[in-house]
Nanobody, 127 residues
Framework: QVQLVESGGGSVQAGGSLRLSCAAS???????????MGWFRQAPGKEREGVAG????????LYADSVKGRFTISQDITKNTVYLQMNSLEPEDTAIYYC?????????????????WGQGTQVTVSS
């Protein structure tokens, strides 16, 4: 099992910034190598949406069109932690944000390829 703990959510006004963090820890005795990490979000009444993903080797990144140029995903491999810097936030960014990890085989922004998910952190952007 891999435990994921997100932090950094909150309430901001439109145009503001937030930085989300997600720390992954592998339960003792369980073998799991994280190949990629991602951020997803789900707004009330809407389906889950992939936001950004990053490969732990090489740091190749992938973004949803809706956040390109505003959000940046990064990682600290030594801490098994992934970050999401969110700038120029818009009310449409309001959602619960989840991080997820996968160990291989590739992934898609629909969530395919991710094995473990965090509990989520709320982001609210007011106009």
């Amino acid at each position: 099992q891999v435990q994921l703990v997100e932090s950094g959510g909150g309430s901001v006004q439109a145009g503001g910034s937030l930085r989300l963090s997600c720390a992954a820890s592998v339960v003792s005795g369980y073998t799991y190598t994280i190949a990629y990490m991602g951020w997803f979000r789900q707004a009330p009444g809407k389906e889950r949406e992939g936001v950004a993903g990053i490969w732990t080797r090489g740091s190749t990144t992938l973004y949803a069109d809706s956040v390109k140029g505003r959000f940046t995903i990064s990682q600290d491999i030594t801490k098994n932690t992934v970050y999401l810097q969110m700038n120029s936030l818009e009310p449409e960014d309001t959602a619960i944000y989840y991080c997820a990890v996968g160990r291989g085989g590739g992934f898609s922004m629909s969530g395919v390829g991710f094995d473990f998910w965090g509990q989520g952190t709320q982001v609210t952007v007011s106009s």
